[in-house]
């Protein structure tokens, strides 16, 4: 009688910060109802990221995709962080689609990302370091800047400017001045406002 010795392969694992249900509150997407799976780590350091996504735990494909069919909306954000850091996230993907998920991913850009996601927002901070050029959609963060530098690099389908909140009143109404003034005067950009911020939610 001979013996094979079966090699169990250990189970796929994220690091998560959160995972939880709210409305999606900035983007093409404004007023969708989510699922948010929030990862940990990135590779930028922004001084206006006001995400705390540090903390985090190890959690396999199955808890995430268990944690998210938990809530009701079938929509699915892919965020952090910087989500492609994740080695996995192409397992959680195509896990999420398997269970009926539409899945979004928010990134900065600077990273490879599978291409079987849906919805890709990318909101680079960095011109010239990012390796998506053609994303559904760009996310700018303003803050006053020349766009005309996004405009060259970038080719998305959906232009979204977003104000900076740089938690000064008079400074955010400031630049969200400047932005309604810029779409207007550029009708392809459409602003973006941190909604769930004004209603007060997460």
Same mark, same amino acid.
């Given at each position: 009688? %001979?013996?094979?010795?079966?090699?169990?392969?250990?189970?796929?694992?994220?690091?998560?910060?959160?995972?939880?249900?709210?409305? +999606?509150?900035?983007?093409?997407?404004?007023?969708?109802?989510?699922?948010?799976?929030?990862?940990?780590?990135?590779?930028?350091?922004?001084?206006?990221?006001?995400?705390?996504?540090?903390?985090?735990?190890?959690? !396999?494909?199955?808890?995430?995709?268990?944690?998210?069919?938990?809530?009701?909306?079938?929509?699915?954000?892919?965020?952090?962080?910087?989500?492609?850091?994740?080695?996995?996230?192409?397992?959680?993907?195509?896990?999420?689609?398997?269970?009926?998920?539409?899945? +979004?991913?928010?990134?900065?850009?600077?990273? =490879?990302?599978? %291409?079987?996601? /849906?919805?890709?927002?990318? %909101?680079? @901070?960095?011109?010239?370091?990012?390796?998506?050029? %053609?994303?559904?959609?760009? @996310?700018?963060?303003?803050?006053?800047? /020349?766009?005309?530098?996004?405009?060259?690099?970038?080719?998305?389908?959906?232009?979204?400017?977003?104000?900076? /909140?740089?938690?000064?009143?008079? @400074? =955010?109404? +400031?630049?969200?001045?400047?932005?309604?003034?810029?779409?207007? /005067?550029?009708? +392809?950009?459409?602003? !973006?406002?941190?909604?769930? @911020?004004?209603?007060?939610?997460?």
């Amino acid at each position: 009688m %001979s013996w094979r010795v079966r090699t169990i392969k250990p189970p796929t694992r994220l690091r998560i910060n959160e995972i939880f249900c709210s409305i +999606q509150g900035e983007g093409h997407f404004t007023g969708t109802p989510a699922v948010f799976i929030r990862t940990s780590g990135c590779n930028l350091h922004c001084s206006f990221c006001d995400t705390h996504h540090e903390e985090g735990w190890e959690m !396999s494909v199955s808890e995430i995709v268990i944690a998210a069919a938990s809530y009701k909306p079938r929509h699915v954000v892919i965020t952090g962080g910087e989500p492609a850091l994740q080695k996995e996230l192409s397992t959680l993907v195509d896990a999420l689609h398997e269970v009926g998920f539409f899945v +979004q991913i928010e990134t900065n850009g600077t990273c =490879n990302i599978p %291409s079987s996601i /849906d919805w890709v927002t990318c %909101s680079p @901070k960095i011109l010239g370091k990012t390796v998506i050029r %053609s994303p559904h959609e760009l @996310k700018v963060i303003y803050t006053g800047e /020349d766009l005309t530098p996004w405009e060259k690099e970038f080719l998305p389908k959906v232009w979204s400017l977003q104000p900076c /909140d740089t938690g000064d009143a008079e @400074k =955010n109404a +400031q630049l969200t001045a400047e932005a309604v003034r810029y779409c207007i /005067d550029h009708p +392809q950009w459409h602003l !973006s406002l941190q909604t769930h @911020k004004f209603i007060g939610v997460r």
